[in-house]
T-cell receptor, first 112, second 114 residues
Framework: EAGVTQFPSHSVIEKGQTVTLRCDPISGHDNLYWYRRVMGKEIKFLLHFVKESKQDESGMPNNRFLAERTGGTYSTLKVQPAELEDSGVYFC??????????FGPGTRLTVL | GNSVTQMEGPVTLSEEAFLTINCTYTATGYPSLFWYVQYPGEGLQLLLKATKADDKGSNKGFEATYRKETTSFHLEKGSVQVSDSAVYFCALSSASGGYQKVTFGTGTKLQVIP
């Protein structure tokens, strides 16, 4: 069974540009989560989808971040425009209802 | 709200040394507790978990016991190897509306030298 996959693995962009991160969850997992780890800090929750609906987006830092999960399969997280403080590693996780979350390899975002 | 506190790193040990990484938590209700590991260049992997008080999670020689009385979940390994070098994250999850919300600690980097 394929695990959670994320693309790209690493993205380097300049301040003010737009970046879109993608997450493909494990097939059949209705729950999809986004997290972020800023350098040296804890991994923080961003938001949670149940199928295509946003269940909880309390961790989204501001309106420059937009997450979608069309059709309840893969998800994208767009940052527009990117700022220096957005640099970090963005993790995606998926789970069946109420079970342990399985994490992807992460996307390392560097904003110059 | 929920929080996890784990010891600051980096931790540097010689091969075959004993490892302890301390983790304490604050949570309402009865959370599940986890240790995740991130090896260099890889993603987060679940190392072990415990879902109720006094449970012991174990995997790859690592162990952690869910201590409700001290709100702790310390990670231990009797004899570390170079291949154990990684960042270790303590985490808890609590049920909210039928799903699990995970709260992480800051991570502890472990370096094992030959």
């Amino acid at each position: 069974e394929a695990g959670v996959t994320q693309f790209p693995s690493h993205s380097v962009i300049e301040k003010g540009q737009t970046v879109t991160l993608r997450c493909d969850p494990i097939s059949g997992h209705d729950n999809l989560y986004w997290y972020r780890r800023v350098m040296g800090k804890e991994i923080k929750f961003l938001l949670h989808f149940v199928k295509e609906s946003k269940q909880d987006e309390s961790g989204m830092p501001n309106n420059r971040f937009l997450a979608e999960r069309t059709g309840g399969t893969y998800s994208t997280l767009k940052v527009q425009p990117a700022e220096l403080e957005d640099s970090g590693v963005y993790f995606c996780a998926s789970s069946p209802r109420g079970f342990t979350q399985y994490f992807g390899p992460g996307t390392r975002l560097t904003v110059l | 709200g929920n929080s996890v506190t784990q010891m600051e790193g980096p931790v540097t040990l010689s091969e075959e040394a004993f490892l302890t990484i301390n983790c304490t938590y604050t949570a309402t209700g009865y959370p599940s507790l986890f240790w995740y590991v991130q090896y260099p260049g890889e993603g987060l992997q679940l190392l072990l978990k415990a879902t109720k008080a006094d449970d012991k999670g174990s995997n790859k020689g690592f162990e952690a016991t869910y201590r409700k009385e001290t709100t702790s979940f310390h990670l231990e390994k009797g004899s570390v190897q170079v291949s154990d070098s990684a960042v270790y994250f303590c985490a808890l999850s609590s049920a909210s509306g039928g799903y699990q919300k995970v709260t992480f600690g800051t991570g502890t980097k472990l370096q094992v030298i030959p």
